[in-house]
T-cell receptor, first 112, second 115 residues
Framework: NAGVTQTPKFQVLKTGQSMTLQCAQD?????MYWYRQDPGMGLRLIYY???????DKGEVPNGYNVSRLNKREFSLRLESAAPSQTSVYFC???????????FGPGTRLTVT | AQSVTQLDSHVSVSEGTPVLLRCNYS??????LFWYVQHPNKGLQLLLK??????LVKGINGFEAEFKKSETSFHLTKPSAHMSDAAEYFC?????????????FGTGTRLTIIP
């Protein structure tokens, strides 16, 4: 039971490049989330998916797109990376109504 | 609407002395409250949670927190700090209306343990 896994662990992009961050969970959770963590700001929700086939915007969705590929996988795409997207990105999953979320190890992204 | 305020961005204590990390919350509903811990370059791990059962909640590694509705507080405590407790701690609130599982994070408190 690996929990929540994320790939890659580290990535450096140039401004304007695109990339997809991958997330998978093996806990049979319905809900999945993408957050970004910046110094002094805690975690901010980018997008979430309450169930397979549905996605909704969070607090900071601009510049990102998501895909809930199936119940296990939830990917985050940066179409045209900007330096302001330099951050640590966390994926999480949860069981509905229990609220507690389980987090992946994070992806550290630098955009130059 | 919901929000959470962590009153200290950085707390330093000596090893073996008590730890107090302060958190106040605001919520339109009866909230669920959590403390998460993040060790350097790691993901977040759930320490403990309050979901309208007992107001004194015990978590892992000797931590506990008390839900005080009258004070809208959920402070985290530990009787005796250990070097391994050095980490960043996040107080988190969740809406209690069914279907809304979004979490709102505080800005974090960095705990330093002095040998």
């Amino acid at each position: 039971n690996a929990g929540v896994t994320q790939t890659p662990k580290f990535q450096v992009l140039k401004t304007g490049q695109s990339m997809t961050l991958q997330c998978a969970q093996d806990m049979n959770h319905n809900s999945m989330y993408w957050y970004r963590q910046d110094p002094g700001m805690g975690l901010r929700l980018i997008y979430y998916s309450a169930s397979e086939g549905t996605t909704d915007k969070g607090e900071v969705p601009n510049g990102y797109n998501v895909s809930r590929l199936n119940k296990r996988e939830f990917s985050l795409r940066l179409e045209s990376a900007a330096p302001s997207q330099t951050s640590v990105y966390f994926c999480a999953s949860s069981i509905p109504l229990l609220y507690e979320q389980y987090f992946g190890p994070g992806t550290r992204l630098t955009v130059t | 609407a919901q929000s959470v305020t962590q009153l200290d961005s950085h707390v330093s204590v000596s090893e073996g002395t008590p730890v107090l990390l302060r958190c106040n919350y605001s919520s339109s509903y009866s909230p669920s409250l959590f403390w998460y811990v993040q060790h350097p370059n790691k993901g977040l791990q759930l320490l403990l949670k309050y979901t309208s059962a007992a107001t004194l909640v015990k978590g892992i590694n000797g931590f506990e927190a008390e839900f005080k509705k009258s004070e809208t507080s959920f402070h985290l405590t530990k009787p005796s700090a250990h070097m391994s407790d050095a980490a960043e701690y996040f107080c988190v609130v969740s809406g209690a209306n069914f279907g809304n599982e979004k979490l709102t994070f505080g800005t974090g408190t960095r705990l330093t343990i002095i040998p």
